[in-house]
């Protein structure tokens, strides 16, 4: 099962920024968060992930939590192609490359 | 240049058929994997090779048999294939596949349909 939850869907106006959160409360000391994300019909995407500290990359930005119980990826001027479901995953620490895709967040951006 | 490529993209097929789904990456990458998106759209892993070798299998009925020639391709064979079986096949790969394995790259995936 995912260890994290998120909002099944979420609106954000063209141009502004999208604060898409996750909680992750059960996450462990060695356990990284990661978040990618699938447009329509197209295999999943990387997006950014971190450990404790904040992220940025020349997609978005990851804010963890000081507790690492939850985060928040930022998507900084939202366009129409982000339009997209974004997963939160807690990624376990010694199984590599098992990601545990929750339901994710639908994001909507609209004009 | 596709970084992971399957093939077919889509492949329509009667109950009890078997059929094959090919996936190869041309990114250098040692571990590559089968994940499977069901109708209501949740992703689940169901294989991972790391060099020609099984580490991951998700309790996969048998009726699945990844097989992998080289590093650089994870084929996916379905034996009888069942109704349920109906879902979009995702390949993926990465760097390597211990604690620090890096982002995964995904195909684009392979639509099945079992009538």
């Known amino acids: 099962d995912a260890k994290t939850t998120q909002p099944t869907s979420m609106d954000c106006a063209e141009g502004r920024a999208a604060n898409l959160p996750c909680n992750h409360s059960t996450i462990s000391g060695n356990e990284y968060v990661y978040w990618y994300r699938q447009i329509h019909s197209q295999g999943p995407q990387y997006i950014i992930h971190?450990?404790?500290n904040n992220e940025t990359n020349e997609m978005a930005s990851l804010i963890i939590t000081e507790d690492r119980k939850s985060s928040t990826l930022i998507l900084p001027h939202a366009t129409l192609r982000d339009t997209a479901v974004y997963y939160c995953i807690v990624r376990v620490y010694n199984q590599g490359g098992k990601l545990i895709f929750g339901q994710g967040t639908e994001l909507s951006v609209k004009p | 240049d596709t970084a992971v490529s399957q093939t077919p993209k889509y492949l329509v097929t009667q109950m009890g058929n078997d059929k094959s789904i090919k996936c190869e990456q041309n990114?250098?990458?040692?571990?590559m994997y089968w994940y499977k998106q069901d109708s209501k759209k949740f992703l689940k892993i169901m294989f991972s090779?790391?060099?020609?070798?099984?580490?991951i299998n998700e309790t996969v009925p048998n009726r699945f048999s990844p097989k992998s020639p080289d590093k650089a391709h994870l084929n996916l064979h379905i034996n009888s294939l069942e109704l349920g079986d109906s879902a979009v096949y995702f390949c993926?790969?990465?760097?390597?596949?211990?604690?620090?394995?890096?982002?995964?790259?995904f195909g684009e995936g392979s639509r099945l349909t079992v009538l």
């Open positions: 990114l250098g990458h040692d571990t």
């Open positions: 993926a790969s990465s760097q390597s596949s211990g604690p620090f394995t890096g982002e995964l790259f």
């Open positions: 971190g450990l404790k």
């Open positions: 090779y790391n060099n020609k070798e099984l580490i």
